[in-house]
């Protein structure tokens, strides 16, 4: 069982009830999203009233984000149905999550391509649930933070505009850290069956808006990323 000495996360509503029952964690403890929260109420652009569709929406998403990144066993999701759900990225096929554990889980799934292997900047097929965790949590050691722009329409069908935004405050693959601050937009449908429960999850962005910013450093020897990412601190963050 997790520690009670978790505090509770205002923007994550299930973290801290989670962390009193016996959930497989992915990094051995409940995630701290001390440093992210952090980054988010220094830099978002919305302040969205409680209750409002905005700020629930916005729960809704950041508790599926804990969720996929973070539990081992998705049977324990409380976020979505894990018999239902299916995720697509710009229009491909839907996969469910026999089909995102084949592709390795994490952010794998979020930075599918078709650019030819020889052109692609960073290969997520390549690439564990772990090592890609790894290697962002690495770049971005406050987090990447999110927050919902605008939503078009409340459940069970939610469409809505996003941010995500971080500083590259440590290398990416054999990129030097800039400390630059790299900013990704786009737009997503969330489909909730009649308990709640998210079923369907469809992101449309561009993957080279994210990357292209992390490949601005020079190449340098990649033995930093494994000196910073063995931080247990950064480990459990993002």
């Known amino acids: 069982m997790a520690s009670s000495s978790v505090k509770e996360d205002k923007y994550r509503t ?8 016996n959930i497989k964690w992915r990094y051995g ?36 984000e804990m969720e996929i990144f973070h539990k081992v066993d998705l049977q324990e999701s409380r976020s979505m149905d894990p018999e ?7 229009g491909r096929k839907p996969i469910g999550l026999k089909e995102i554990r084949k592709l390795g889980g994490g952010y794998i799934p979020l930075l599918q391509t078709s650019l030819p292997e020889k052109l692609r900047p960073y290969d997520p097929y ?18 990447f933070a999110l927050e919902i722009l605008q939503v078009y329409s ?19 693959k054999s990129h030097a850290p800039t400390g630059q601050k790299i900013e990704l937009y786009g737009m997503a449908i969330f489909t909730l069956d009649e308990n709640s429960k998210i079923v369907k999850v469809e992101f449309f962005y561009d993957p080279a808006e994210l990357l292209g910013g992390l490949l601005e450093g020079p190449v340098v020897d990649g033995t930093a ?14």
């Open 29 to 64: 403890a409940p995630p701290n999203y001390d440093l992210v929260n952090k980054l988010f109420e220094d830099g978002k652009t919305k302040e969205w009233p409680l209750g409002s569709v905005e700020e629930q929406v916005q729960t809704l998403v950041k508790n599926w």
């Open 154 to 172: 409340g459940p069970p069908t939610i469409v809505y505009k996003f941010r995500h935004w971080g500083y590259m405050e440590g290398p990416f």
């Open 84 to 90: 239902k759900y299916t995720f697509s990225l710009n």
């Open 14 to 21: 299930f973290l801290s009830e989670d962390c009193e029952k």
């Open 225 to 238: 990323e494994d000196v910073v990412s063995s931080c247990p601190i950064l480990r459990n963050t993002g």
């Open 126 to 143: 390549n690439e564990t649930a772990d090592s890609s965790h790894r290697a962002f949590t690495t770049t971005f050691p406050r987090g």
